[in-house]
């Protein structure tokens, strides 16, 4: 298995910064994110947001455990990176515009190597599965979590 990359968007009915207030709630985000089982912070800003955390996923033959550092470039941009961790490397971003009208254009990207070991569990169907549900899915459940308040 090559790289799992891509980027998705989604429109939502909500203003930008209802939108960014929870893309920039990280911790948070396994209570709307499928398959992102926890999210604990290990260091934090001077904002009080957790700036490097350690994730534990479920890359559907099993859980992957990583340390993210956030960069935070609210109200429009929240971008990570893997800094250690099971897989070969991670980058991925929430990228967010105003489109007027309260509304707002979600697109989300991710960039990862699982590396040679995980690679080699993650192949044929399963692979489609893994990037379905690491790309394509991630902007339709922001969209729901804004939504439904």
């Known amino acids: 298995m090559a790289r799992i990359a891509g980027s998705a968007s989604e429109e939502i009915d909500a203003p930008l910064d209802q939108v960014w207030a929870v893309v920039e709630d990280v911790l948070v985000a396994p209570d709307w994110q499928d398959g992102l089982l926890s999210m604990t912070a290990l260091e934090h800003d001077d904002q009080g947001r957790a700036t490097l955390v350690e994730t534990k996923s479920d890359a559907k033959v099993r859980t992957v455990t990583s340390r993210v550092r956030f960069s935070y470039e609210g109200p429009t941009r929240l971008s990570w990176r893997q800094e250690e961790g099971e897989l070969k490397s991670l980058d991925g971003s929430w ?19 699982p590396g040679r070991v995980l690679g080699m569990l993650v192949r044929g169907p399963v692979e489609g599965a893994v990037r379905s549900h690491l790309v394509d899915a991630r902007p339709g459940e922001l969209k729901e979590r804004v939504e439904r308040g």
């Open 95 to 113: 990228t967010l515009e105003d489109l007027g009208d309260g509304r707002t254009r979600a697109t989300y990207e991710i960039d990862g190597d």
